[in-house]
Each structure stands twice: as structure tokens, then as C-alpha cells.
């Protein structure tokens, strides 16, 4: 249960949110901020957000404890994730009509393309358009990100919305260009819902 956030805040609360007993001895802002000392040792939960956490740097408030929460975890909301069908000419690329939305509150670490498997056997690759500043991704294949790329640019994404065009490059074009993909967006070891759509392109050809 998260402490509150205004008001009066006790040394004894924030012992409590930490998981050690309110009335226990030897307490300092300082040991309970940074999780140093001889009687304690925790690690401050990153997955609330960084103005609902103590930044373990002097001097050490205890309005820094407002809005804590010491078992927060990473959440992510997921829309518009299904339907994402690519189609084109043998050997060409093509990205979905539509896109997912993927927002993230309380993450750390970045975020990654995780769980990307193909039915059907399609040969060729995942590629993507996205953005995190609220807009929409471009339709575009040029400048497009390959799975490695979008997730050196999600390194240090953990909180906000992304918005993810997926889409497909059919190579090579004498190949089958028929199938399925899905993936998830993972932040903090937890998954987003299942990105999927369908991928044709003309198939096996002479």
C-alpha cells in the first residue's frame, strides 16, 4: 500500500512501506532513502516514478516519500494490437494500415521486441515505424527499424506511450512470402499483449 501523498509523513510510516517494523530503533532518513547502513538494507523500487521515490542523494527529505510504493511493479496497457496485416509484391515491403499503442507506467531498464515467432513460415523480417511523443507512426518504408534498432532506441524507454507500426520485408522474393508473426513489447520482464497480423506476398515463384 502505497504511503501518502501530502500531509504528514512519519519515520515510522516509511519503515512500515519498506517492509521493517514501525517501531524499529537505529532509523535515519538517510539509511531508509538510500538503503545503506548497519540495520538496513533495501533497494528503493524504480518502478514508481521518479517523483514518487527518494533519490538517495543529500539532503534527504521526507516529502521524498510521498506516493511511494515499495511493491510497485511495471504496467502495461496494450490497444490496436491485432489486424496488423502486411501485403505486397514478391520481395517488397509493406507496413500495417494501423498500429498498437503501448503504454508503460513504473518500467525500468528499456524496453525490448520479445516472443517474436512466425506461423506458416514466411520468409523475410519484421520491420517498424514508431513513435513515443504522441503521434502517429508514419506508413513509410523508408528509414524503417529492424528488431536490433527499435530496441537500441527503446533502451531507455520505461514510462509513456509507444506507438508501433509493424510491418514486413518479404526477402528474398523467390521465397515463401505467406504467414503470421507475433511479439510482445517487454519492459521489466513483463509483456505487453500480443502484437499480431498476417503477412502475403505473392508466395513461392517460378
Request: aromatic fraction near 8%; proline fraction near 4%; include cysteine.
Amino acid at each position: 500500500m502505497a504511503l501518502q501523498s501530502s500531509g504528514e509523513i512519519k519515520i515510522s510510516q516509511i519503515q512500515s512501506e519498506l517492509g521493517y517494523a514501525s517501531n524499529r530503533t537505529n532509523a535515519s532518513l538517510k539509511s531508509l532513502s538510500d538503503g545503506t547502513g548497519t540495520f538496513f538494507s533495501h533497494v528503493i523500487n524504480t518502478a514508481n516514478a521518479a517523483a514518487d521515490r527518494p533519490d538517495g542523494v543529500a539532503p534527504h527529505e521526507m516529502s521524498e516519500f510521498y506516493s511511494y510504493d515499495h511493491t510497485a511493479g511495471v504496467t502495461i496497457s496494450t490497444s490496436g494490437n491485432t489486424g496488423l496485416h502486411c501485403s505486397g509484391a514478391p520481395g517488397g515491403k509493406d507496413m500495417a494500415n494501423s498500429f498498437a499503442t503501448i503504454t508503460i507506467s513504473g518500467g525500468s531498464g528499456g524496453c525490448d521486441v520479445e516472443n517474436f515467432t512466425t506461423s506458416g513460415g514466411p520468409f523475410g523480417s519484421l520491420i517498424f515505424q514508431f513513435t513515443t511523443d504522441g503521434s502517429t507512426p508514419s506508413t513509410s518504408t523508408t528509414g524503417t527499424s529492424s528488431i536490433s534498432q527499435l530496441n537500441s532506441a527503446l533502451a531507455s524507454f520505461n514510462s509513456g506511450t509507444l506507438k508501433l507500426r509493424p510491418g514486413w520485408h518479404h526477402n528474398p522474393s523467390n521465397k515463401d512470402g505467406t504467414g503470421a508473426f507475433t511479439f510482445t513489447i517487454t519492459n521489466a520482464s513483463t509483456d505487453s499483449s500480443a502484437i499480431t497480423g498476417n503477412i502475403s506476398f505473392g508466395g513461392l515463384q517460378p
